[in-house]
C-alpha cells in the first residue's frame, strides 16, 4: 500500500470518520533528466537576477503578481502566509447532490479515501457512509485543506470505496456563450444517420482496450537507441482533407460499421489506415526498425508479410 498523501477525518454532521487519503491514479509517463549532450553531464537550473546577473539564493527570492498596469506588487512568504487558509484535518461535508447533476468538466484529480486504523467504530462509520451514498447515488460536496491550498471536493462511491475528486471552482470552468456553435442545425436526415452511426458504434466501457500507444512508441525508441540502433524521424503524415460531401461520408462509415459495403477497416487497404494504426499491426508483426518508418514505409512492410 502506498503511503497516504493526507489523513484526518470525514466530517459530516456531528459524524467523523478517520479516514486516510491516497492517490487514485499513478504515473505511467516516461521520465527524462536534462543532460549535456556533449558528456552526458546533468543540467542544473540555476536563479539569476536579470539586472545584476548575480545569482540569487532561494531565500532572497520574492513573489511578484503584475497588475493591470504591468507594475509588479512584490509579496514576502510571510505576506503570502496571511492569506492561507486556515490548516485543519478535516474534509467538511457542506451538502449532498445528486451525482449526475455534476458535470465532468469540474472533476479534477482522483483519489481514494479510506479507514484509518483498525478500530470497529472508525470501520463501522466508513461503511455506513458508503452504503448511504451508494443507495442514494449522491455525493458528497466538501472541503479541505491539503498542504497549504484549500479545496472543493466531491465524495463518491467506486468499487465499494469512498473516492474523493477535487473539483475546479465555478469561475475556472470556460463559459461557451460566446464560442462559434458551428452553424446550422443539420438536415433531419443527415441527423439520423449520424445517430444510426453512433449507436452502430457503441459498445460497454472497458477502460482495458485503450492504451498509451505514444508510450509504447517511446518505449520502442529508447530500446532501439540502447541497442545502438539508428534512429531517423519519420515523415509527417498529410493534413486531413475536409469532407466533400457529409451525407456520402456518414452512409459508407455506417455501412462500414455495421459490416456491410465497405469492408472493417481491420480489412482495409492499408493505405487507408493512419500512422498509429499501422504502427499497432507492425508491433503485433514484430516488424524491425518500426518507429522510424514513415506511414508509406510501414504499409510496404506489411504488405511484404
Not at 513573489?63 to 503570502?80: A, F, I, Q, R, S
Not at 483519489?111 to 463501522?124: C, H, K, M, S, W
Request: glycine share 6%; with cysteine; hydrophobic share 35%.
Amino acid at each position: 500500500m502506498a503511503r497516504p498523501l493526507w489523513s484526518g477525518s470525514l466530517s459530516f454532521g456531528l459524524v467523523n470518520v478517520p479516514v486516510q487519503l491516497f492517490s487514485g491514479v499513478r504515473d505511467q509517463a516516461l521520465h527524462f533528466r536534462q543532460l549535456h549532450e556533449k558528456d552526458g553531464s546533468p543540467i542544473e537550473t540555476r536563479r539569476f537576477c536579470s539586472k545584476e546577473d548575480e545569482e540569487v539564493s532561494f531565500d532572497q527570492v520574492g513573489h511578484g503578481y503584475e497588475t493591470d498596469k504591468g507594475k509588479p506588487v512584490v509579496l514576502t512568504d510571510e505576506e503570502l502566509s496571511t492569506a492561507a487558509p486556515r490548516k485543519t484535518r478535516t474534509i467538511d461535508i457542506e451538502a449532498f447532490v445528486d451525482l449526475t447533476d455534476v458535470d465532468p468538466i469540474y472533476f479534477d484529480h482522483p483519489y481514494f479515501l479510506l479507514p484509518q486504523g483498525d478500530a470497529e467504530g472508525t470501520r463501522r462509520a466508513y461503511r455506513l457512509l458508503v452504503e448511504v451514498l451508494e443507495q442514494s447515488d449522491r455525493a458528497a460536496l466538501g472541503r479541505f485543506v491539503m498542504r497549504t491550498k484549500e479545496y472543493l471536493v466531491a465524495v463518491r462511491v467506486r468499487d465499494g470505496l469512498l473516492s474523493l475528486t477535487t473539483m475546479r471552482f465555478h469561475d475556472e470552468v470556460r463559459p461557451t456563450k460566446d464560442i462559434p456553435g458551428g452553424g446550422r442545425k443539420p438536415a433531419k436526415e443527415r441527423l439520423e444517420h449520424a445517430v444510426a452511426l453512433i449507436e452502430a458504434m457503441s459498445e460497454d466501457w472497458d477502460p482495458s482496450r485503450y492504451e498509451d500507444r505514444y508510450r509504447k512508441r517511446l518505449l520502442d525508441v529508447i530500446n532501439r537507441k540502447k541497442k545502438g540502433r539508428k534512429i531517423t524521424v519519420p515523415e509527417d503524415e498529410d493534413e486531413p482533407t475536409p469532407v466533400p460531401d457529409l451525407m456520402k461520408a456518414l452512409e459508407e462509415s455506417l455501412a462500414q460499421a455495421k459490416g456491410g459495403g465497405r469492408k472493417p477497416k481491420a480489412e482495409d487497404d492499408l493505405d487507408d489506415l493512419s500512422r498509429d494504426e499501422l504502427y499497432e499491426r507492425a508491433q503485433e508483426a514484430d516488424i524491425e526498425g518500426r518507429a522510424n518508418m514513415s506511414k508509406g514505409e510501414l504499409a510496404d512492410a506489411l504488405a511484404d508479410r
